[in-house]
């Protein structure tokens, strides 16, 4: 198989005195959607932002398209390549939704390329265009989300780290929000997530990792997590 693009390596993160990732490890591949999942306080959230520089790594590695990444500071990430969706729908609420996307091309200089871009998220996110207007606080929560997410194509990145894109949306939001994700992925885009929603993410995952108490714990396709009787147990509510 080909190399991955993003290789953590036996990751250790304490915050304090308090160790919560023992060694963790996670490949994704071009063009793969990966999906973290796993219970409340598993260290989901911490092994991303490990990745992107929120937390600093005291064992192991990070690896981004064969460049030890380890520890670099956040700041630095976009311009690697690589962009984050924060967890709870971050926008500017004051700002209008074209705002908010020109936002996410802070790196691009050339303007002619920054609107190219906002009219590529349109394309990908018509509702958007609807409201390009308005201001994103105005916005429904599952809109805001599609903000969030389309302001992190803005750079054309080549992998888009994802905090939880379900929590919190309406049920109909939910399905148009994974809809959305596996069209990114059938673009060609390369994914990786935390959900807490983790059936609804395994099902459109090619691989999937489960933590438990900051240790991998099972590690496969998102199909067969999806029908491994024990994976089902634990982390899907024994459905
Ligand atoms: N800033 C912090 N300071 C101290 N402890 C933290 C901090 N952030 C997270 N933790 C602890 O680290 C452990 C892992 O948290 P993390 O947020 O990575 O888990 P998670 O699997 O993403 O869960 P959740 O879905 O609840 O966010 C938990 O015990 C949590 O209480």
Not at 35 to 58: D, F, H, M, R, Y
Not at 145 to 161: S, W
């Amino acid at each position: 198989m080909t190399k991955p693009l993003l290789s953590i390596r036996d990751l250790g993160v304490s915050y304090g005195a308090v160790q919560v990732l023992f060694g963790v490890s996670i490949d994704v591949h071009a063009g793969e959607i990966v999906s973290i999942i796993g219970p409340n306080g598993a260290g989901k959230s911490t092994v991303i932002k490990a990745v992107i520089g929120l937390v600093e790594v005291q064992q192991g590695s990070v690896e981004f398209d064969g460049r030890d990444t380890t520890n670099y500071p956040a700041h630095v990430i976009p311009s690697l390549g690589v962009t984050y969706v924060p967890q709870g729908r971050i926008v500017f609420a004051q700002m209008t939704v074209s705002d908010n996307l020109e936002m996410g091309a802070f790196l691009q200089r050339d303007a002619r390329k920054r609107r190219e871009a906002v009219q590529a998220v349109f394309e990908q996110f018509p509702r958007l265009y609807e409201r390009r207007h308005q201001p994103a606080g105005k916005l429904s929560g599952g809109e805001q989300q599609m903000l969030a997410i389309g302001r992190a194509l803005m750079l054309n990145p080549r992998l888009v780290i994802l905090d939880e894109p379900s929590l919190g949306l309406s049920p109909k939001y939910v399905d148009i929000i994974f809809e959305q994700l596996l069209a990114l992925k059938q673009q060609g885009r390369t994914l990786l997530m935390v959900e807490q929603n983790a059936a609804r993410a395994l099902e459109l995952s090619d691989r999937g990792y489960a933590l438990e108490l900051g240790h991998n714990r099972f590690a496969d396709t998102g199909a067969r997590l999806l029908a491994n009787e024990d994976v089902r147990r634990m982390y899907l509510g024994g459905a």
